[in-house]
Every structure is written in structure tokens, then in C-alpha cells.
């Protein structure tokens, strides 16, 4: 069973960016606005997630590092209307399958902050962590203890949730080996703190190696998209955008995004795509846009290009296995039509 749960778990978290991408979802459901990401070895050694959202009961605290425990389901309904990130509560029996998860978190009317170590492989505990931590008791999950860390204390007033995950795949020598490049894996975790800064304006980022002073990412409440885009991938796109705002009540479908103009041309497509929220693929969406800028743009050269699809999530496949960014969604050549259109549109009257 144990192993089961491993091999699932190590399934859905392939590498500490999808761990990270699941934490910071976890965050905006909150409804967090402020997002604070520390990072030890690429997140291998360290992933840590602090933010201001209404944190997790301590009643809670022992049951949410448990498969399909959501407090974001309530009927059977909900599966096909839901507005949250979340909707599988698997995300965070998956990273304490593979890592050591304490959580510590405060709710608005407790006075008291309480921390949570979750160990769900009760065996590997006793191998490898029986000189780190002697007290373990090697339970399933350790009862809530009132949280004394100092770090807390600080932030006593203030509601507060913070996960840590250390050694991630610990128990997964074949996933550990296959990740041998920490520096590699910091880099796609700047990219996916990068592309939720950008989508959610408002909220604070920041992103950082434990030791180092300055965060590599550092978004805050007051700056726009631009600014967050002209901060994180610089000048020479963010002066040379349009803005994409339509909405089409037939599907109904609403794009908004930020796209580069017929001016700004790079090697390597960026291209950050969001559904309902959530930063995904679509290769086929990525190709057509692709080819609506083959006309505008020099050959061998690509757009920038940020797009926010809302649509009707019962039109959306949410039941793509969650390592698979890539979805399907109804009527999609007709919805890949439409939003082609209105980027041809744009990038027409702006060249005219
Ligand atoms: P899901 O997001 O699908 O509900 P997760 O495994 O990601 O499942 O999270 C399980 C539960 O843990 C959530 O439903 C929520 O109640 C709680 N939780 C996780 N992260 C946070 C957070 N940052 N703030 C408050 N509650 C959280
Ligand atoms: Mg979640």
C-alpha cells in the first residue's frame, strides 16, 4: 500500500516545480496576497511556501497531507462547475509521499500557531530520519504541536500558513537520480513563480534561495501585468505589447492577455497560457498562434505571447493527469479559430 501511494505520488510530482506549482495554487485558493517561495538545492533538499491566505484549522492540520482530502469539494456536482484551483485533494498526499511536509500554520481566530510534521512512510522515517529527528514517534501523522519556532512567533498576529517540504524523493532514488541538476531545477521553478506573478496582479511574490538576500523574483500587491512583466522579462517586450480583451458569450469563452507586437521577434517562443487560472499547455493553440505571426514576424523568429482563457470549466478537461500540463476543452478548433482571429486583429490594426 505504502508503495502504491509512493509510485502514484511520484507520478503526479515529477520534479519540485510541480510540487511548487500545486503549493502555489494551493496559496491563491486562500486567497493569499502575499506568496513568499524559499528554495534549498533547486528544492530538492528544501521547498518552502509561506502566505497570508486563511490558513488550516488545527483540527485539520492532521488530515490534509491525506489522498482525496479537499476542503474545496462539498458535492458530487461541484466536480463539473468547480471555480477553485483545486478539486483533487491529492496534491499534498502526493508531496508528503515523497518529502518530509511540516506545516505550520494560524487561523484568524486562533491565538496560537501550530505546526504539523506529516510522515505517511512510517519505515523510511525510521532509516532516515531517526538521528534528525529522535522524537519522531513514527505515527502516521504526528499530533499538531503548538508552534514555538521563533520564526512564528513573529507573525503571531497575523493569519499565516507555511509548508516546508525537505528532501524531495528521498524514497525515490530513481527520480533523485534523474534530477541531478539543481540549478536546472531552480530555473523551471523561476519560470512557473514567474508565470503566476504575471497572472495574478495583486498579489505579491517573491522568490528566493535560502541564504540569499535578494530574491530573484519580487512582484508586489501595487504592480500591474506590464509591470510585472517588464520586471521579470524586461523592456524590450513590455513596450512592445498589445493588450487582447474580448469575450465571446456564444461558448462562452473570454481571452484576455498581453501579446508582443510585429516590432518584437525572439528565438524561442514564450508562451504563457492559463485556463481558468491555472498555467497549462496547449500544443495545439501554441502551433496556431505560432503561424498567425509567421506573416508578421522575420523567419526563424517568435512572438511573446500571454494568454487568459476563462470558459465554461464544464467544457474543460480537468481530468488530465495533473503532470500533463497540456488540456482539451469542447469545441476546440472552433475556440483556436476565434482566439486566432483576435490576435490577427490586433496585430492588423497595429501594423497599419
Ligand atoms: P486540493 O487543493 O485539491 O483541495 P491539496 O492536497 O492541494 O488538495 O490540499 C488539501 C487541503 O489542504 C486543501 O483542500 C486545503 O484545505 C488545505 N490547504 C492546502 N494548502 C493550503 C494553504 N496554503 N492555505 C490554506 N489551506 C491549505
Ligand atoms: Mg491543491
Redesign the pocket.
Given at each position: 500500500d505504502v508503495v502504491v501511494n509512493r509510485i502514484a505520488a511520484g507520478e503526479i510530482i515529477h520534479r519540485p516545480a510541480n510540487a511548487l506549482k500545486?503549493?502555489i495554487?494551493?496559496?491563491l485558493?486562500?486567497h493569499?496576497t502575499s506568496i513568499q517561495i524559499s528554495v534549498k538545492d533547486g528544492g530538492l533538499k528544501l521547498l518552502q511556501?509561506q502566505?497570508n491566505?486563511?490558513?488550516?484549522k488545527v483540527e485539520?492540520m492532521g488530515i490534509?497531507c491525506e489522498r482525496f482530502?479537499?476542503?474545496?469539494?462539498r458535492t458530487f456536482d461541484d466536480l463539473s462547475s468547480m471555480s477553485t484551483?483545486?478539486?483533487?485533494?491529492?496534491?499534498?498526499?502526493s508531496i508528503s509521499h515523497v518529502s518530509h511536509v511540516t506545516i505550520t500554520?494560524k487561523i484568524k481566530d486562533s491565538n496560537c500557531a501550530y505546526n504539523q510534521e506529516h510522515q505517511q512512510n512510517p519505515s523510511l522515517v525510521q532509516e532516515t530520519m531517526a538521528l534528525k529527528y529522535p522524537y519522531v514517534n513514527y505515527s502516521h501523522v504526528l499530533r499538531p504541536d503548538p508552534c514555538t519556532e521563533p520564526l512564528v512567533n513573529k507573525r503571531l498576529t497575523k493569519v499565516y500558513?507555511q509548508?516546508q517540504a525537505e528532501d524531495l524523493f528521498y524514497n525515490v532514488p530513481t527520480r533523485r537520480k534523474a534530477l541531478k541538476n539543481p540549478t536546472e531545477e531552480y530555473n523551471r521553478i523561476l519560470d512557473i513563480v514567474n508565470r503566476y506573478a504575471i497572472h495574478n496582479a495583486g498579489v505579491s511574490f517573491t522568490c528566493r534561495k535560502v541564504g540569499s538576500n535578494t530574491p530573484d523574483v519580487h512582484t508586489t500587491t501595487s504592480s500591474t501585468v506590464v509591470d510585472n512583466i517588464r520586471q521579470i522579462y524586461g523592456s524590450s517586450v513590455a513596450n512592445e505589447l498589445l493588450s487582447l480583451k474580448q469575450s465571446f458569450p456564444i461558448y462562452p469563452l473570454k481571452i484576455n492577455g498581453w501579446i508582443s507586437n510585429a516590432n518584437y521577434s525572439v528565438k524561442k517562443f514564450a508562451f504563457l497560457l492559463f485556463i481558468n487560472h491555472r498555467s497549462v499547455d496547449s500544443p495545439a493553440i501554441r502551433k496556431a498562434i505560432e503561424s498567425v505571426y509567421a506573416t508578421y514576424l522575420p523567419k526563424n523568429t517568435h512572438p511573446w505571447v500571454y494568454l487568459s482563457l476563462e470558459m465554461d470549466p464544464k467544457n474543460v478537461d480537468v481530468n488530465v493527469h495533473p503532470t500533463k500540463r497540456e488540456v482539451h476543452f469542447m469545441n476546440e478548433e472552433e475556440v483556436i479559430a476565434t482566439i486566432c482571429d483576435a490576435i490577427q486583429e490586433r496585430l492588423g490594426d497595429a501594423n497599419v
Amino acid at each position: 500500500d505504502v508503495v502504491v501511494n509512493r509510485i502514484a505520488a511520484g507520478e503526479i510530482i515529477h520534479r519540485p516545480a510541480n510540487a511548487l506549482k500545486e503549493l502555489i495554487e494551493n496559496s491563491l485558493d486562500a486567497h493569499s496576497t502575499s506568496i513568499q517561495i524559499s528554495v534549498k538545492d533547486g528544492g530538492l533538499k528544501l521547498l518552502q511556501i509561506q502566505d497570508n491566505g486563511h490558513g488550516v484549522k488545527v483540527e485539520d492540520m492532521g488530515i490534509v497531507c491525506e489522498r482525496f482530502t479537499t476542503s474545496k469539494l462539498r458535492t458530487f456536482d461541484d466536480l463539473s462547475s468547480m471555480s477553485t484551483y483545486g478539486f483533487r485533494g491529492e496534491a499534498l498526499a502526493s508531496i508528503s509521499h515523497v518529502s518530509h511536509v511540516t506545516i505550520t500554520s494560524k487561523i484568524k481566530d486562533s491565538n496560537c500557531a501550530y505546526n504539523q510534521e506529516h510522515q505517511q512512510n512510517p519505515s523510511l522515517v525510521q532509516e532516515t530520519m531517526a538521528l534528525k529527528y529522535p522524537y519522531v514517534n513514527y505515527s502516521h501523522v504526528l499530533r499538531p504541536d503548538p508552534c514555538t519556532e521563533p520564526l512564528v512567533n513573529k507573525r503571531l498576529t497575523k493569519v499565516y500558513f507555511q509548508l516546508q517540504a525537505e528532501d524531495l524523493f528521498y524514497n525515490v532514488p530513481t527520480r533523485r537520480k534523474a534530477l541531478k541538476n539543481p540549478t536546472e531545477e531552480y530555473n523551471r521553478i523561476l519560470d512557473i513563480v514567474n508565470r503566476y506573478a504575471i497572472h495574478n496582479a495583486g498579489v505579491s511574490f517573491t522568490c528566493r534561495k535560502v541564504g540569499s538576500n535578494t530574491p530573484d523574483v519580487h512582484t508586489t500587491t501595487s504592480s500591474t501585468v506590464v509591470d510585472n512583466i517588464r520586471q521579470i522579462y524586461g523592456s524590450s517586450v513590455a513596450n512592445e505589447l498589445l493588450s487582447l480583451k474580448q469575450s465571446f458569450p456564444i461558448y462562452p469563452l473570454k481571452i484576455n492577455g498581453w501579446i508582443s507586437n510585429a516590432n518584437y521577434s525572439v528565438k524561442k517562443f514564450a508562451f504563457l497560457l492559463f485556463i481558468n487560472h491555472r498555467s497549462v499547455d496547449s500544443p495545439a493553440i501554441r502551433k496556431a498562434i505560432e503561424s498567425v505571426y509567421a506573416t508578421y514576424l522575420p523567419k526563424n523568429t517568435h512572438p511573446w505571447v500571454y494568454l487568459s482563457l476563462e470558459m465554461d470549466p464544464k467544457n474543460v478537461d480537468v481530468n488530465v493527469h495533473p503532470t500533463k500540463r497540456e488540456v482539451h476543452f469542447m469545441n476546440e478548433e472552433e475556440v483556436i479559430a476565434t482566439i486566432c482571429d483576435a490576435i490577427q486583429e490586433r496585430l492588423g490594426d497595429a501594423n497599419v
